[in-house]
């Protein structure tokens, strides 16, 4: 895949209904994820001794969507995961000897 800019997404903000980019409104779009299963082992003494895999339910979660149009790709995270690298952002520029707002 060639080199894209990326962004950083919170997941529940982006647009989804219809799936478009958030700054152009485009729809040619890619979107890249994972698709999952559903399974269940039944495990003895260690061993696994039935197993299940429901192959009727999928469930597909996108990761990542890149617009053709910006030649953006935007990296979907969650809302908890953002929140957490923001407040450690600030805790670690409060524990750096020159925090960086300091040297403007
Ligand atoms: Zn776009």
């Not at 040619?28 to 696994?48: H, M, N, S, T």
């Not at 299940?52 to 990542?64: A, I, N, R």
């Amino acid at each position: 895949m060639a080199r894209y800019n990326t962004r950083v997404w919170i997941t529940e903000d982006f647009p989804h209904d219809p799936v478009c980019c958030p700054i152009c409104k485009g729809q040619d779009l890619r979107l890249i994820g994972c698709v999952y299963r559903a399974f269940e082992y039944e495990v003895q003494k260690g061993l696994i001794v039935s197993s299940k895999l429901d192959m009727s339910e999928m469930t597909e979660q996108v990761h990542q969507v890149l617009c053709y149009t910006c030649e953006i790709l935007f990296l979907l995270e969650d809302k908890e995961l953002a929140q957490l690298r923001e407040a450690n952002f600030i805790l670690a520029e409060q524990l750096s000897p020159t925090p960086k707002s300091r040297l403007v």
